[in-house]
């Protein structure tokens, strides 16, 4: 057994709400996997005589105002909910951990400048700023990808412009630059490799608010379109039946929701944990 495996199991047996973190995450990344084949019925397909029907053993989330199965609508949203917020935070830490470090590495002008841009996107309401996003580009997946992306790429730019800043003149880095490396492969060799696992924690936060995100946006109209089903729309239209007492069309997705998001933020403190030996819990 690894020493990195060792201090892993010994962080999980000290922290088992990681481990159910993970083994939700987990459940959620096969439910997005194989949910459209193990579902029992259509998720798009109306049954209008059928409409409304609380839990029961043959609809065991109920049915919504067409009839619809939500528990089957439930695990098909999975699929592009994970979807769209995977996407989002891949493009978001990739375009963050280059600019980021780059600029932390550069120093100067360049710093200042892009700092002082972040500083601007993170005072703005982020939310507000992609709704304005997708509303100008159109609501398609796509765009509502995009939109999540720009909202959380401030947040990687900064995270590693710091920490490049921090080591940018450390021995071993002077080392490589005395070796003959260029600078560009200081920071992509050498740099950027150091600093991944430190923004690995930020990643899984990030998809939690991803995932609120692009439900936020369906919620309000501006997110994917009916009849697709996603746990945004879902709460939004079952909104409208909650003073009629049919709870269920809310509570499932909105419970969807909340194990999600919670599920990516248990795990981001955990491997904060497991990374960085100085926050063991």
Request: charged share 15%; with cysteine; glycine share 8%.
């Amino acid at each position: 057994m690894t020493a990195a495996l060792r201090h892993s199991m010994w962080i999980l047996r000290g922290n088992p709400l990681t481990g159910i973190a993970a083994t939700g995450v987990l459940l959620l990344v096969l439910v997005a996997i194989f949910g459209p084949w193990i579902v029992p019925y259509d998720p798009i397909a109306s049954n209008v005589p059928e409409a409304l029907l609380p839990p029961s053993a043959a609809h065991i989330a109920g049915t919504d105002q067409l009839g619809r199965d939500v528990f089957s609508r439930l695990i098909v949203a999975t699929r592009l909910d994970l979807a769209i917020a995977v996407s989002a935070v891949s493009m978001s830490f990739v375009l963050g951990a280059i600019i980021g470090s780059f600029c932390g590495y550069a120093g100067g002008r360049l710093d200042r400048t892009v700092g002082r841009f972040v500083d601007v996107m993170m005072a703005f309401p982020l939310f507000v700023l992609a709704m304005a996003m997708v509303a100008a580009l159109g609501n398609r997946v796509e765009n509502i990808v995009i939109a999540t992306a720009v909202i959380n790429l401030p947040f990687y730019i900064r995270f590693a412009r710091a920490e490049v800043n921090v080591r940018r003149n450390l021995g071993w880095v002077e080392a490589a630059r005395a070796c003959g490396e260029s600078h560009i492969s200081v920071v992509l060799r050498f740099l950027l490799p150091n600093i991944l696992p430190a923004m690995a924690v930020q990643i899984s936060l990030n998809l939690g608010w991803a995932i609120l995100n692009a439900a936020g946006l369906s919620f309000i109209g501006l997110g994917v379109k009916p009849p697709t089903p996603e746990w945004g729309i879902m709460v939004a239209e079952g909104a409208r039946f909650i003073s009629t007492g049919k709870w269920w069309l809310v509570a499932f997705p909105g419970l969807a929701l909340m194990l999600a998001v919670l599920c990516f933020n248990l795990l981001g403190d955990g491997m904060r944990d497991i990374l960085d030996p100085r926050m063991r819990t």
